[in-house]
């Protein structure tokens, strides 16, 4: 089944300490990218990749870290949390621009750091 | 950089109405919109798309609209139903890259029966 798959669904931390949230698609989409989803913003993104060892900052990068050392994962990295991170985040993938447009999300993971 | 603009921020309507919900887009370069669907504690599917060169596509109850002239694009929903329930996400995204995937801020439509 394709599928993007995240992991954990749900994380409680506490304040600086590291975290990674992983991702991986089954796809072999080229592009990724991971958004983060508050009440009343809508869905934000964070950093996307157009492929292996190519990413790039989205519209809010700060506090978050990526890499992109294999095509099927993605894995977002917050290295000292803090509660402002406390948030629904997404992952999604999708072909590049010769083929569909469209992203796949990911089930999302639901962060809370205290 | 690009900005989405969504409205109304909720809606309710009578089960077999009609529901309209608009976007507005600052990018005049952007070339292609997608809507996407997110029922509670689900992620985001997409339920529509239209790109710059076409004015308006259809799939069975949904619509969209696009006016490139004003920088809008509108999802148009008819015969609702109670599992049309959700927020709906309209998204702008400009370039050959497509991966500045710009969100507005959600609309929460209710449909009583």
């Known amino acids: 089944e394709a599928q993007v798959t995240q992991n954990p669904r749900y994380l409680i931390t506490v304040t600086g300490k590291k975290l990674t949230v992983t991702c991986s698609q089954n796809?072999?989409?080229?592009?990724m990218s991971w958004y983060r989803q508050d009440p009343g913003l809508g869905l934000r993104q964070i950093y996307y990749?157009?492929?292996?060892?190519?990413?790039d900052k989205g519209d809010v990068p700060e506090g978050y870290k990526v890499s992109r050392k294999e095509k099927r994962n993605f894995p977002l990295i917050l290295e000292s949390p803090s509660p402002n991170q406390t948030s629904l985040y997404f992952c999604?993938?999708?072909?590049?621009?010769?083929?569909?447009?469209?992203?796949?999300f990911g089930s999302g993971t639901r962060l809370t750091v205290v | 950089g690009e900005n989405v603009e969504q409205h109304p921020s909720t809606l309710s309507v009578q089960e077999g109405d009609s529901a309209v919900i608009k976007c507005t887009y600052s990018?005049?370069?952007?070339?292609?919109f997608p809507w996407y669907k997110q029922e509670l504690g689900k992620r985001p599917q997409l339920i529509i798309d239209?790109?710059?060169?076409?004015g308006e596509k259809k799939d069975q109850r949904i619509a969209v609209t696009l006016n490139k002239t004003a920088k809008h694009f509108s999802l148009h929903i008819t015969e609702t139903q109670p599992e049309d329930s959700a927020v709906y996400f309209c998204?702008?995204?400009?370039?050959?890259?497509?991966?500045?995937?710009?969100f507005g801020t959600g609309t929460r439509l209710l449909v009583s029966p």
């Open positions: 239209i790109r710059s060169n076409v």
């Open positions: 998204a702008a995204v400009r370039g050959t890259g497509f991966q500045k995937l710009v």
């Open positions: 990018d005049s370069a952007s070339n292609y």
């Open positions: 990749s157009m492929n292996v060892e190519v990413t």
């Open positions: 796809m072999n989409h080229e592009y």
């Open positions: 999604a993938s999708r072909n590049g621009p010769e083929g569909a447009y469209g992203y796949t």
